[in-house]
């Protein structure tokens, strides 16, 4: 259906290598098909290059971060949704994630929905922002709208 899921956490198949999660994503893909989905993947996220022959398991969270965002490009996912892409990264991986989620959704057009707790890094790759309590949504825009909406740091950046 074109929409690619990563949950926070169990994003990858650990007891796997590198490589064998690459080809579970493809799965469905014809050889060809899968090949050339390979190696734009691994055009976008070189770093997993020298890693497929590792177990996921091995890998730090940046890296199985990459490796879950990868198998995504591979299914020719449209939508990509994340749950708190950052969680439990160093703060270089965590703006690494960023910049290739960024990098995605310019580069080959993704449409992006992503749930994390790092407010002010989310809006600056977003174009629009909703803000979620108890269900209900309590402020909506243009991200750069709220970026400088006071009551909205308030509320959620604690400025």
């Known amino acids: ?9 169990e994003n990858i198949f650990t007891n796997l290598t590198v490589e064998e999660n690459l080809k579970i994503a493809g799965y469905i893909l014809e050889n060809g098909e899968y090949r050339d989905q390979l190696d734009l993947a691994l055009e976008v996220f070189p770093e997993l290059t020298t890693k497929l022959k590792q177990k996921g398991g091995t890998l730090n969270g940046g890296e199985r971060q990459f490796l879950a965002i990868a198998s995504a490009l591979i299914k020719k ?8 892409p950052t969680a439990m990264l160093s703060p270089r991986f965590a703006n690494d994630t960023f910049q290739k989620i960024l990098e995605l959704k310019e580069t080959f057009g993704l449409t992006v929905l992503i749930v994390e707790q790092n407010v002010k890094k989310a809006l600056e790759i977003s174009d629009n922002a909703y803000m ?25 950046m604690g400025i």
């Open 1 to 9: 259906m074109g929409i690619a899921y990563l949950p926070q956490i």
């Open 77 to 84: 996912a449209e939508l990509l949704i994340l749950d708190e």
């Open 132 to 156: 979620l309590m108890n269900g209900r949504i309590v402020f909506e825009g243009k991200s750069e709208e709220l970026l400088g909406h006071e009551k909205f740091e308030n509320f959620c």
